[in-house]
């Protein structure tokens, strides 16, 4: 087993000759027109080389010269048990298996958050050691990795840390603990426990979407729904159909959110702090919406519905503008992506304009908790 001295050692070698370094990638967006053409999907799946296999991505993080894959190598559903894995990819679509670097800092658990700031990367999961688990948390500036774990781990016991955001002057962590849903400010060096302004937060709680839009965040998990700014908290929840399930992907188009979650499956739109129903969904997209990306073209949805012969079904939806038309896209998903879901969707400058990554997982037993890394790329019409 490795060390975790030689661990960051090799971690840090290994991130630096993959030149992860740079300047984070903008994401703007133009004004909304209504669709023009048909988006085209390219399965990316053979770009993984192994990684992933067993395992699914859960999400990925790109700083303009390349990032990271993040998620679990393998997940034991009987005992309940998962083990780590990262992968470091270029823009040339090079990808570098690194789990063996972070496997004992993430022991038996998982990588979640892989977010750049502009000089440094912060990488965010849980592990497990015997019978104590955790919140780990990570920062990588240049060619130092610092282990932030100890500083923040009370807020996290018996939990992890599923979510990390940046606001252009400070971090917000989130997850869970033994309690409920934790969510703390880290600001340099000094972490602040926000978990006090979440007005009800049930044992079994936890967050796992933060996303900032410019002048506060939007914070969604199981049992927590609500908008931050300005050191207040507005709770959202009670006003949406996710009181029972989850908030679990959001984006801003300029003027409103369009957030996604369940189960059921379902869309609301929040404008201000007035939340209202959005798009049905195409009936066979009922399990949960888990990414959603504004684009010029129209709203990308991503997520997770019911049937098949695994039980599960891909699911990828292009929602127009005015979110009046819903065009389902499902079946043009790869076949990588088969009896499993896509979990997380994000710009993918790299791969050119008006383009997006989706990852995910294929064949998902649903009784032993086994699937495969699944990666396509979904291109749109710029339509301008």
Not at 47 to 72: C, E, K, R
Not at 81 to 106: H, I, M, Y
Not at 142 to 151: A, M, Q, V, Y
Not at 218 to 236: E, N, P, S
């Amino acid at each position: 087993m490795v060390s975790r001295e030689a661990s960051t050692s090799l971690l840090v070698v290994v991130l630096v000759a993959a030149a992860l370094a740079g300047a984070i990638a903008g994401n703007e967006r133009a004004a909304s027109v209504s669709p023009v053409a048909a988006p085209r999907v390219a399965d990316l799946t053979p770009l993984l080389v192994g990684t992933f296999h067993p395992g699914a991505i859960q999400g990925f993080g790109y700083n303009g010269s390349g990032g990271f894959l993040a998620g679990i190598s393998a997940w034991n559903k009987a005992i309940d048990q998962t083990d780590p894995e990262l992968a470091a990819f270029t823009d040339l679509g090079v990808v570098t298996n690194v789990t063996p670097t972070v496997a004992e800092a993430f022991r038996h658990g998982g990588v979640f958050g892989t977010v750049w700031n502009g000089s440094a990367w912060m990488l965010s999961g849980e592990a497990t050691w015997g019978a104590t688990s955790g919140g780990v948390l990570y920062a990588l500036h240049g060619d130092l990795l610092e282990n932030l774990t100890p500083r923040v781990a009370s807020y996290f016991h018996d939990g992890g840390i599923w979510a990390v955001g940046w606001n252009g002057t400070a971090w917000l962590l989130a997850g869970n603990s033994s309690s409920g849903a934790s969510m703390v400010a880290w600001s340099g060096g000094t972490a602040t426990d926000l978990t006090g302004l979440l007005p009800h937060n049930p044992r079994g709680g936890f967050i796992q979407l933060l996303v900032w839009n410019g002048t506060g965040w939007l914070v969604g998990g199981k049992g927590v729904f609500g908008a931050l700014a300005g050191g207040r908290y507005t709770d959202l929840l009670v006003a949406t159909p996710f009181a029972t399930g989850g908030v679990f992907g959001a984006d801003w188009n300029g003027s409103a959110w369009l957030v996604g979650g369940g189960a059921p499956a379902a869309l609301v739109v929040v404008d201000g702090t007035t939340v209202r129903q959005g798009p049905a969904l195409p009936p066979t997209f009922d399990r949960w919406a888990s990414g959603v990306v504004s684009t010029p073209t129209g709203w990308v949805v991503v997520g997770k519905g019911s049937g098949g012969a695994t039980g599960s079904t891909p699911q990828l939806v292009l929602v127009s503008p005015d979110l009046g038309v819903v065009t389902d896209l499902s079946s043009q998903l790869p076949a990588s992506f088969a009896g499993g879901q896509v979990q997380f969707a994000g710009w993918a400058p790299w791969l050119g304009p008006m383009t997006l990554l989706l990852v995910g997982q294929g064949d998902l037993n649903e009784t032993t908790g086994y699937s495969v890394g699944a990666m396509a790329s979904l291109t749109l019409p710029d339509g301008r």
